[in-house]
């Protein structure tokens, strides 16, 4: 097990564990600093799309 773990690890094949972990991290940074704006813009495309929806 251990062993498995170090070679996961260790492997330099396609995106790496820490750069990974690394772009989540500033994805999820993104996601809270710009949470209202997001919201705001969600509610916004709901309701447009609800208020499209009721003219069909």
Known sequence: MLK???S???EE???GTVEMILIL???IG???IFKSQ???LVNSIFKTINNKAKQV
Request: no cysteine; aromatic share 6%.
């Open 8 to 10: 996961f690890i260790t």
């Open 30 to 32: 993104l996601v809270l």
């Open 25 to 27: 991290v500033v994805l």
């Open 38 to 40: 997001l919201t705001e």
């Open 4 to 6: 498995s773990l170090k």
């Open 13 to 15: 094949d396609g995106i």
